[in-house]
C-alpha cells in the first residue's frame, strides 16, 4: 500500500463547478500536511498548508481528518486557470523527518 | 526574484554519460533537495541537504551524487547514466523548521538516457 494515496483522475469538470478530491494516507506518526499544485511540464507550487481545524484560502478549502487519515480539497467555482495536477504531501516525524508526495489528481476545467 | 534556479532544461545522454545538475537559490535558505518525477509515481527524493555542509540519502540515492557547495549551490551527479534515470529532476530549496516543509522547486530538468 502506498504511504500517501490519491484518485489520478482525471476529473472533468465545467466552468463554475465545485469539485473535491481526496488523499488517504497510511502513517500515523505523519505531522504535516500540504497541497501543491503542478501545472503541465512545471513545477510544484505550495498552494495550501492543511490544518486539524480547516484552512480556506479564496475558493479553496482544505481540510484534515486525523481519525480517518485523509486531507481533502475542495475548489469552489472552478475557473478554467484551475486546471492543473494537484498533489497531496506529508511529512512524517519518524525520529527524522520525511516528505511524501502523492502521485497526484488531474483536473481538468472546462468552458 | 530568482527563487531557485536549476540547469540545464533538457538534456539527452548515452547510457554510460555522465552529468552534473547545477541548482542554485537566492533565498537565504538553509535545506536543498532533490527529486525524481515519474510518470504515475510521486516525487521521490533523491538527497537532500538541511545545512551547508551536510547531505543525506534521501528514498533512491543509488546512481546519484551530491555537492553542497555553499549555502546557495546544491548540485547532482550522474557518474554514468543508465536508461532507468530518464527521469524529470527537480531541485528545492525551504527554511522553515521542518525539514521539508514548504518547498519551493527549480522549473525542472527533463533527462533522456538512451
Known amino acids: 500500500r502506498k504511504e500517501v494515496e490519491q484518485d489520478p483522475g482525471p476529473f472533468n469538470v465545467p466552468e463554475g463547478a465545485t469539485v473535491a478530491f481526496n488523499c488517504t494516507y497510511s502513517n500515523s506518526a505523519s505531522q504535516s500536511f500540504f497541497w501543491y499544485r503542478q501545472d503541465c511540464r512545471k513545477e510544484p507550487k505550495l498552494l495550501m498548508s492543511v490544518y486539524s481545524s480547516g484552512n480556506e484560502d479564496g475558493r479553496f478549502t482544505a481540510q484534515l481528518n486525523r481519525a480517518s487519515q485523509y486531507i481533502s480539497l475542495l475548489i469552489r467555482d472552478s475557473k478554467l486557470s484551475d486546471s492543473a495536477t494537484y498533489l497531496c504531501?506529508?511529512?512524517?516525524?519518524?525520529?527524522?523527518?520525511?516528505?511524501?508526495f502523492g502521485a497526484g489528481t488531474r483536473l481538468f476545467v472546462k468552458a | 526574484n530568482a527563487g531557485v534556479t536549476q540547469t540545464p532544461k533538457f538534456q539527452v545522454l548515452k547510457t554510460g554519460q555522465s552529468m552534473t545538475l547545477q541548482c542554485a537559490q537566492d533565498?537565504?535558505?538553509?535545506?536543498m533537495y532533490w527529486y525524481r518525477q515519474d510518470p504515475g509515481m510521486g516525487l521521490r527524493l533523491i538527497y537532500y541537504s538541511a545545512s551547508e555542509g551536510t547531505t543525506d540519502k534521501g528514498e533512491v540515492p543509488n546512481g546519484y551524487n551530491v555537492s553542497r557547495l555553499n549555502k546557495r549551490e546544491f548540485s547532482l551527479r550522474l557518474e554514468s547514466a543508465a536508461p532507468s534515470q530518464t527521469s524529470v529532476y527537480f531541485c528545492?530549496?525551504?527554511?522553515?523548521?521542518?525539514?521539508?516543509?514548504?518547498?519551493?522547486f527549480g522549473s525542472g530538468t527533463q533527462l533522456s538516457v538512451l
Open positions: 528545492a530549496s525551504s527554511a522553515p523548521r521542518v525539514t521539508g516543509e514548504k518547498l519551493f
Open positions: 533565498m537565504n535558505h538553509n535545506s
Open positions: 504531501v506529508v511529512i512524517l516525524n519518524t525520529g527524522g523527518f520525511k516528505t511524501i
